[in-house]
């Protein structure tokens, strides 16, 4: 039986470029150019492994966005992705992550799968929620930060790493999986692999055809909205501050009550530098706060 493996990606403003918002506070897609979610490209990377591990195993990459979200499925087509699955409809203009978590189950459900793999985050709204609600609406387990996946036996496993510990996490299939930036470095298309992706099909669904209703999306059903936003101060020149004893008040700032403290710290610092002591015997009894 084919593993059928579905990965979710998202169409992004470039970083790079000049990012802001339309008059309606929605991120204005059109002025700037787009590509796919750099944390998108380590979920098609772990489904290329997952496949090419398998005996037989099938990779659709799926998005929800504007006509040129195309490009996001083209890319991941161009490394390995067998298929494409475009969700667009005008109504999905100012679709927040549940609005979005909606529509990717409807397209999910429709297309048939067993594992569905999602980046940790978006690098443009990067919430990190979607996975969650996602797998909720499907009902089916979620496991979600993972840096290694694998599939045998009808069961996903996988590793999560943390500051402390490393946990080994399995469940049984079908799954929602999300994986992180340290899974594995995402391959670049070939010269093969571009040519070969402007023959392979990409499908095009409305929100008719995934029998979902205008008012559960775009903005009218958005349940997180933007009220307000504003450009970024410019940035002003730094101070520079040259230490001839009095550096730490300046530091500090006039008047601060921790200034005293640290330039009597540096003084007897110096003062240490005799050989007498190799570290100060002066902690301060505890930090400013």
Known sequence: MTLRIVVCVKYVPDATGDRHFAEDLTVDRDEADGLLSE?????????????????????TVLTVGPEDAVDALRKALSMGADK?????????????????????????????????????????????????????????????????????????TGRRDSDTAGEQLEASLPAVVAVTDQSGEARYPSFKGIVAAKKKPVEEWDLAELDIDADEVGLEGAYSLVEDAAERPARTAGTIVTDEGEGAEQLAGPGHRGAGRLARCRRRCLACRGGRRLVPAHQPSRPDR
Not at 127 to 138: H, I, K, W, Y
């Open 84 to 156: 494409g699955i475009h969700v667009e409809d005008e109504d999905l203009h100012g679709t927040d992550a549940l609005g979005t978590s909606l529509v990717l189950a409807k397209a999910v459900e429709k297309t048939g799968y067993d594992l569905v793999l999602c980046g940790m985050a978006s690098t443009d709204g990067a919430m990190g929620v979607l996975p969650a609600m996602l797998a909720e609406r499907l009902r089916v387990p979620q496991m979600t930060q993972l840096s290694e996946v694998a599939v045998d036996g009808g069961k996903v």
């Open 39 to 59: 944390l998108d490209e380590y979920a098609v990377e772990q489904a290329l492994r997952v496949k090419e591990a398998a005996d037989d195993a099938e990779v």
